[in-house]
C-alpha cells in the first residue's frame, strides 16, 4: 500500500538573495595636483565642473625667491663660460711657447689643470641653471590629461606649501565604485568576474566588473577594499550598492523537516519511480527553514520526502500529496 507523502526538490542554496555594500562613484582616472614648490598662489583660471584639455594652465604660483636665483644662475654660467674660453687661449698660447722652449712643462701643464677646473665649473653652473629653470616652471600647474575639475582646494593669495593639493581633476571616461566588503566575500572572485550593481536613488540595475581586488586589510579594519568599473549611465557621487553572494549561495539545500537522525547519521529519503531509499548526508550548516549539504549522492533537482517520514521505510512506494 502506498504512503502519502508531500516531497521537495533538493535546491542550489538556500534561496538566499546577494548582500549589498554601499559606495559611491568616482571617476577611474582622477589626480589631486600640487606644486612643487612652495610660494602664493596667484592664478587659478578654472572652476569646479570645467572641462580641460592635457597641457592647460590649472593655476600659477608666485615665489619671490625662483627668479632672481635663476638670473643668478645664468650670470654665474656666462662668467665661467667666458672664463673657460680665455682659459683655452691662454692654453694654446702656452703650448706654442713649450714648444719654442720658452716655457716650462709645469706652467703648461698649470694651464692645463686650470682650464679643467673652469670646464668643470661650466658644467655645474650649467646644471645650477637647468635646476632653477625647471623650478621655475613649475610654478605653472597644468593637466595631466583631459577631463574636468572636481575640487578647489586653494584660493588665491593663500600660501601653498610644496607637495600641498591645490584641486582635484577626474576623466570622463569610465567610473568605477569602491566598497569595503569581508575577506570571505572576494573567494572566488577575479579580476573581470561580473557582479551585479545597483542604483540607490533610482533602484536600478546597472554592470558592473571587478577592477581591483584587495589583498590586506585597512588598518584597525578587518573590510577588505572592492574596486568595481561601471558600465551605464553613471556620474561621480551617484550613491550605488554592489551585490556579493555569500560563499555557501552554491551549495545544495534541503528542508529541515527532510532530514532524518539516526545512530548511523543524518539521512533523508529521495524518490524515484515512486519509490523511496534512504540516503546519508553530511549537513554543513543551516540557512533559515533549510539544512546546506556538502558534496554527496545528492543533485540539485532530486525530490526527498519532508512530510509523512515517521511511516516510511527504505523502498517504501509513495503517493504524492499536493
Excluded: H
Excluded at 702656452?94 to 658644467?123: M, P, W, Y
Aim: one cysteine or more; charged letters at 20%.
Amino acid at each position: 500500500m502506498a504512503v502519502p507523502v508531500r516531497v521537495a526538490e533538493v535546491a542550489v542554496g538556500a534561496g538566499q538573495q546577494a548582500l549589498r555594500f554601499a559606495g559611491s562613484a568616482r571617476a577611474r582616472q582622477r589626480a589631486s595636483l600640487t606644486f612643487q614648490v612652495g610660494g602664493t598662489l596667484a592664478t587659478r583660471p578654472v572652476e569646479i565642473g570645467q572641462a580641460v584639455k592635457a597641457g592647460d594652465v590649472l593655476a600659477t604660483l608666485y615665489n619671490p625667491q625662483l627668479g632672481p636665483a635663476r638670473d643668478a644662475a645664468r650670470a654665474r654660467l656666462a662668467e665661467l663660460q667666458a672664463q673657460a674660453a680665455q682659459a683655452r687661449r691662454d692654453l694654446r698660447r702656452a703650448e706654442q711657447l713649450f714648444q719654442r722652449g720658452v716655457l716650462s712643462q709645469a706652467d703648461q701643464e698649470q694651464q692645463q689643470a686650470r682650464l679643467a677646473a673652469l670646464e668643470a665649473g661650466v658644467r655645474s653652473a650649467r646644471a645650477s641653471l637647468q635646476q632653477s629653470e625647471q623650478l621655475n616652471g613649475e610654478t605653472r600647474l597644468r593637466a595631466p590629461f583631459d577631463g574636468s575639475i572636481e575640487a578647489l582646494l586653494v584660493e588665491p593669495g593663500e600660501f601653498v606649501a610644496a607637495g600641498q593639493p591645490v584641486l582635484q581633476m577626474a576623466a570622463g571616461d569610465g567610473m568605477e565604485v569602491e566598497v569595503l566588503v569581508p575577506a570571505a566575500l572576494l573567494n572566488g572572485l577575479v579580476v573581470g568576474s561580473p557582479v551585479p550593481v545597483w542604483s540607490v536613488l533610482a533602484d536600478q540595475p546597472l554592470s558592473g566588473r571587478v577592477a581591483e581586488l584587495g589583498r590586506g586589510a585597512s588598518l584597525g579594519s578587518v573590510l577588505y577594499p572592492l574596486v568595481v568599473g561601471l558600465d551605464g549611465p553613471v556620474q561621480a557621487g551617484d550613491a550605488l550598492e554592489v551585490g556579493l553572494q555569500p560563499a555557501d549561495a552554491e551549495a545544495l539545500s534541503v528542508p529541515l523537516a527532510a532530514v532524518m537522525r539516526s545512530a548511523a547519521g543524518l539521512s533523508v529519503f529521495r524518490l524515484t519511480d515512486q519509490c523511496v531509499e534512504r540516503v546519508a548526508i553530511d549537513v554543513d550548516g543551516f540557512e533559515g527553514e533549510r539544512a546546506l549539504l556538502r558534496d554527496g549522492p545528492l543533485s540539485a533537482g532530486d525530490q526527498v520526502v519532508y512530510a509523512g517520514i515517521s511511516r516510511l521505510a527504505d523502498g517504501d512506494t509513495v503517493e504524492l500529496l499536493p
